[in-house]
T-cell receptor
C-alpha cells in the first residue's frame, strides 16, 4: 500500500509569508505527527493529531499550527515565516497514538525561507 | 522532560567488525525505546523497538534501565549498514505518539 505522502516536496518562501504543508497518511492510519528536522536541533516534535484532535504539542511558537481532517489527512501551517524556520518537515502516521506503535515517515517537505 | 543522547555523531568501522551505537536516555518513568534508520535517499524507518526484543538485519538492542541505555549492536557490520541511526523514546501515557529523538549517529562501514 502507498506510504505516507507529503506535498510539496520543496518550497521556497520569503520571510513574513505563510506556508501550508500537507500530509496524507497510510490508509487506515488515524494518527499523524509532525517533526521539524534541522542540522542544529535534529528531529523535534511539533504536534500530533488523532481523529481530528490535537493530542500533543511540542515546544514551538504559536506560529506553528496544524489540523487533521476526517479522512486523517493533515496540514500544518507556519505563519509569519522566519529564516530559522528553514528545515525539513517530516510527517509520520501510525495506526493509533501511543507508545510501541510504529510510526511511518514521509519523505518530508524541504522548506527554505529567504 | 525526557532526553535522548547519542554521544557519537560519526562512527566508522570496517566490514566484518562489530559495531555499537550508543544511546542514553533520561526519563523517570518507563519509556519505550526505538531505533530508527535512514539510508541514503530513503525515508526514516523503524529498525527495532525494545518491546519486541527481536533482531532485525542482525542488529539487537537491549534496554538497560539501570544505566538508562539502549545501545544498538551488530556483531559483523556490512557495507549496506551505512546509514544515519536515530535512537528515539516514547514516554507513554499522555505522550501518545510523541517521539523524542537523539541527534543521530552516521555509521559508515568501509569495505
Amino acid at each position: 500500500k502507498a506510504g505516507v505522502t507529503q506535498t510539496p516536496r520543496y518550497l521556497i518562501k520569503t520571510r513574513g509569508q505563510q506556508v501550508t504543508l500537507s500530509c496524507s497518511p497510510i490508509s487506515g492510519h488515524r494518527s499523524v505527527s509532525w517533526y521539524q528536522q534541522t542540522p542544529g536541533q535534529g528531529l523535534q516534535f511539533l504536534f500530533e493529531y488523532f481523529s481530528e484532535t490535537q493530542r500533543n504539542k511540542g515546544n514551538f511558537p504559536g506560529r506553528f499550527s496544524g489540523r487533521q481532517f476526517s479522512n486523517s489527512r493533515s496540514e500544518m501551517n507556519v505563519s509569519t515565516l522566519e529564516l530559522g524556520d528553514s528545515a525539513l518537515y517530516l510527517c509520520a502516521s501510525s495506526v493509533q497514538p501511543g507508545g510501541g506503535t510504529e510510526a511511518f515517515f514521509g519523505q518530508g517537505t524541504r522548506l527554505t525561507v529567504v | 522532560a525526557q532526553r535522548v543522547t547519542q554521544p557519537e555523531k560519526l562512527l566508522s568501522v570496517f566490514k566484518g567488525a562489530p559495531v555499537e551505537l550508543k544511546c542514553n536516555y533520561s526519563y523517570s518513568g518507563s519509556p519505550e525505546l526505538f531505533w530508527y534508520v535512514q539510508y541514503s535517499r530513503q525515508r526514516l524507518q523503524l529498525l527495532l523497538r525494545h518491546i519486541s526484543r527481536e533482531s532485525i538485519k542482525g542488529f539487537t538492542a537491549d534496554l538497560n534501565k539501570g544505566e538508562t541505555s539502549f545501545h544498538l549492536k551488530k556483531p559483523f557490520a556490512q557495507e549496506e549498514d551505512s546509514a544515519m541511526y536515530y535512537c528515539a523514546l516514547n514516554a507513554g501515557g499522555t505522550s501518545y505518539g510523541k517521539l523524542t529523538f537523539g541527534q543521530g549517529t552516521i555509521l559508515t562501514v568501509h569495505p
